[in-house]
Each structure stands twice: as structure tokens, then as C-alpha cells.
């Protein structure tokens, strides 16, 4: 058995996603501490060019899965084949793809698996993971069972690694072994365009302005979009304002929604009740803008701002903009 460390990379015309970047650091800082490397099983279009690169976030290996743009389901096969007795874990990201490519890992290759993860380490050669549980009651470490099968699958939260800047290493780039004949890989692209610009990669955003029942309206978002782009963050929800069709429901927070794990966090018009905490908090700072001073919010906000949302978010806004000067 190695102790290598392999990470699901997505790319997408020829750049990897922002969870690749991450999962590259986190997967080096994992092997250092195995003893093993840090290897990308890449895919998507593009990534056969582009996996060297990621040798700069901390990859030693890189091996292409398919350089197609296809969907990421379809890689499943390849990413068996390349992941079978083939290290200590496979990172994925806590994604969409990240998440079907992992339960196909488990699933087919009948692996331990772990996560949502907030935090992962090797300890005396066994992989050590970190979830929160309970409705974020309860912080759980996990490990696997003696004489468990390796590699475990651990689905990593966005921003639980922050991705080394200023390598100049080069992966280097292999192809990977032959896959087992699968019908999961039996899907096609008939047509693919840009997302609406409202909809970001809400789980990569490293700055969150989310806006509650409080916000009013879909008109009463937009000095929430307004602050959200002057920090070059993005914007969130609670259910109520998904479920009054003032946001749309991929970027509302909570349990029944999307966990987040921002650098900031800033709820405004939202209340704080525990499905919306959950998927929150673990975000490293949180600032609350509410009219109500016994808002639950209040309780966990680093920062409590009691007042109208219309008075504070405008008055944010201009001056985030004059200190930066644009
Ligand atoms: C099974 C289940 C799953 C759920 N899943 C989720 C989930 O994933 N995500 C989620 O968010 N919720 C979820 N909920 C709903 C959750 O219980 C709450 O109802 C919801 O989070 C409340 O949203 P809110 O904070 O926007 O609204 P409210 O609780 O109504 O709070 C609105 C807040 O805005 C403040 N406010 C009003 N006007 C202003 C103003 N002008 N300026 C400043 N502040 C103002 C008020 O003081 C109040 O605190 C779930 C519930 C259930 C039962």
C-alpha cells in the first residue's frame, strides 16, 4: 500500500476549478505528513494540458482521467482505475461532481468514506478527519477501522484548505490505467452555456453576503449584490428568501441547502435559526446586520450590527468603495 495522497481535479478549458487548487495544497500538506505524494486525478476539458500546472499548488503527480467535456459522472470509471489500492485517501471536493465521482469511488470500489470534512491530518500513518454533526452541535473525528481498506473517500469542504500561491512546480503528467467497461461513462454534452451571473460557485466564495426575509423583496438583493461585489464576494440566502422566489434556491445556506465555509460571512435580514447555523458555521468570521438586538444571530456573530439593512449595507458599500478607491 502507498501512503500517496490523490485529490480529484476538475478543469474546465484547460483551468482547474478554484476545489483543485485547494485540494492540491491540502493533499501536500496530507502526504508530508504520510510519508507519501500528491497526486491529481485530473479531468475535464482541458486537463491534460493544464495538470502539470498544478504542481505549483503543491502536486508532485498528475494523472488525466480524460480530457473531455463531459459529464463528470462519466469519469467514474477512470477515476476507479487509477484510485483502486492506490494510496492512503482520495480528496474530493464537497461539490456536485465531487460528490457523485466519491460515491461512485465508495460505492464501487466498497471504500470507507468520510465528510463533509473541515479539517483532515495523518496521524501515525491513519488518516484523521474532522465533521461537524448533530446540526453543527457536535464536532466528530473520525478514523477508519483497523484493517479497513485504503484508500478512504473524503468529501473536503470548500475553504478548509487555502491554496499555496507562487509555486513554480510541475506535476509530472501520466494517463491513466485502462478503465473497466461501465455504462456510467456513457453520457454526453448536447449543449453547455454560462451560468447566470447571479448563480456563482457559491461553496468557492471566500466573502458571503447572504440576505434573509429581512431583505423584503428580489429589488431589496441588489444593495446586497451591490456589497457583494465591491468585497468580490458572493451573494447568499436563508430559505425564506429562497422559498419567497427572491433568490434563486442554489444559493440558499443551511441544512436543507448549501454548507459554506467563507473567510466572511455576513447575514443580513436573516434571523439565525439553526438550519440556516448549520450551514454557516463554519464560516472564519461572521458579521450580522439585524434590526431585532435579540436576534439569535446576535448570539454567534463576531459582529452584531443592530439597525435597518438599507441604512448599513448602502453606507458599507460606498465606503468599501472609497477605500479602495474605484
Ligand atoms: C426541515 C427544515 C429545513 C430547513 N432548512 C433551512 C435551510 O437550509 N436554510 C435556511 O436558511 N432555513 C432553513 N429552514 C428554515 C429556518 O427554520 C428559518 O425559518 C429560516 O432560516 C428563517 O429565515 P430568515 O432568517 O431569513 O427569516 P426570519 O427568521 O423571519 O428572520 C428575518 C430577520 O430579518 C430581520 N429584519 C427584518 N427587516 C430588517 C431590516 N430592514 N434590517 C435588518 N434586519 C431586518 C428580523 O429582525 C429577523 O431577525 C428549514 C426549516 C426546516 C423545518
Redesign the pocket.
Known amino acids: 500500500m502507498s501512503n500517496d495522497i490523490l485529490f480529484l481535479a476538475e478543469f474546465s478549458g484547460g483551468k482547474p476549478a478554484r476545489s483543485a487548487l485547494e485540494l492540491a495544497t491540502g493533499a501536500a500538506e496530507l502526504a508530508s505528513q504520510s510519508g507519501g505524494a500528491a497526486v491529481a486525478l485530473a479531468y475535464g476539458s482541458g486537463a491534460a494540458a493544464g495538470a502539470a500546472a498544478l504542481g505549483a499548488h503543491g502536486a508532485t503527480r498528475a494523472i488525466v482521467l480524460g480530457d473531455e467535456d463531459r459529464p463528470a459522472i462519466t469519469y467514474a470509471p477512470a477515476a476507479v482505475a487509477a484510485s483502486r489500492d492506490a494510496g492512503l485517501a482520495v480528496l474530493a471536493p464537497a461539490t456536485p461532481n465531487g460528490r457523485d465521482l466519491a460515491a461512485a469511488l465508495v460505492g464501487t470500489l466498497d471504500l470507507p468514506a468520510f465528510g463533509p470534512v473541515r479539517a483532515a491530518r495523518v496521524v501515525e500513518g491513519t488518516l484523521e478527519t474532522e465533521q461537524a454533526t448533530l446540526q453543527g452541535r457536535v464536532i466528530t473525528t473520525a478514523r477508519p477501522a483497523d484493517g479497513a481498506p485504503t484508500p478512504s473517500i473524503v468529501l473536503v469542504l470548500a475553504n478548509t484548505f487555502a491554496p499555496a500561491e507562487g509555486g513554480s512546480g510541475s506535476a509530472e503528467v501520466s494517463e491513466a490505467p485502462a478503465a473497466a467497461e461501465s455504462a456510467l461513462a456513457r453520457a454526453s454534452v448536447a449543449e453547455s452555456h454560462e451560468a447566470d451571473a447571479k448563480v456563482v460557485n457559491l461553496e468557492e466564495a471566500s466573502i458571503i453576503v447572504a ?6 423583496s428580489e429589488e431589496g438583493f441588489g444593495p446586497l449584490r451591490d456589497l457583494a461585489s465591491a468585497l468580490g464576494g458572493a451573494v447568499g ?6 422559498d419567497a422566489g427572491w433568490i434563486p434556491y442554489q444559493l ?6 448549501k454548507v459554506v465555509k467563507p473567510a466572511l460571512y455576513i ?10 447555523r ?2 454557516m458555521q463554519t464560516a472564519e468570521h461572521v458579521i450580522a ?4 438586538p435579540d ?3 446576535g448570539e454567534f456573530a463576531d459582529l452584531f450590527v443592530v ?4 441604512q ?1 449595507i448602502p453606507a458599507l458599500t460606498d465606503e468599501i468603495r472609497r477605500r479602495k478607491g474605484s
Open positions: 440576505g434573509g426575509r429581512g431583505v423584503g440566502a436563508s430559505r425564506a428568501a429562497a440558499q445556506i443551511g441544512q436543507t441547502g447575514g443580513a435580514g436573516v434571523s439565525g435559526a439553526i438550519q440556516h448549520v450551514g446586520i439585524n434590526k431585532d436576534a439569535p444571530i439597525g435597518d439593512l438599507f448599513i
